[in-house]
């Protein structure tokens, strides 16, 4: 059974940084992309980062270009999300999704993945 989880969430400031961390268990981790979604409230869902299985591509959404960061463990079966220069518009749950065709290229369109975490919540003060 593929299970997702995610860790690390939480109430910053403006300015300041957060790491993300999702773990994933009962797959190959590494042969699968995996994604980062956020959804705000009253907003759609929408794509923020993804990793390819090997780590080495990487696509980001615009807002989050330069400031986000992806990236995986494959030994810890572990993708991260390093968030720095947060702004309140960040503000969101976060949400970690694998997509399970092995050796795909990542995506950030949610309709590419299969398994979704829990998510968790990122409150940006100002």
């Known amino acids: 059974q593929v299970q997702v989880v995610e860790s690390g969430g939480g109430l910053v400031q403006a300015g300041g940084s957060l790491r993300l961390s999702c773990t994933a268990s009962?797959?190959?981790?590494?042969?699968?992309?995996m994604g980062w979604f956020r959804q705000a409230p009253g907003k759609e869902r929408e794509g923020v980062a993804c990793?390819?299985?090997?780590?080495?591509?990487?696509a980001y959404t615009d807002s989050v270009k330069g400031r986000f960061t992806i990236s995986r463990d494959n030994t810890k079966n572990t993708v991260y999300l390093q968030m720095n220069s947060l702004k309140p518009e960040d503000t969101a749950m976060y949400y970690c999704?694998?997509?399970?065709?092995?050796?795909?290229?990542?995506?950030?369109?949610?309709?590419?993945?299969?398994?979704w975490g829990q998510g968790t919540r990122v409150t940006v003060s100002s």
């Open positions: 009962g797959l190959n981790f590494n042969l699968y992309a």
């Open positions: 990793i390819n299985w090997s780590g080495v591509a990487t």
């Open positions: 999704a694998a997509d399970l065709r092995p050796y795909a290229y990542c995506s950030t369109s949610s309709q590419r993945y299969n398994y």
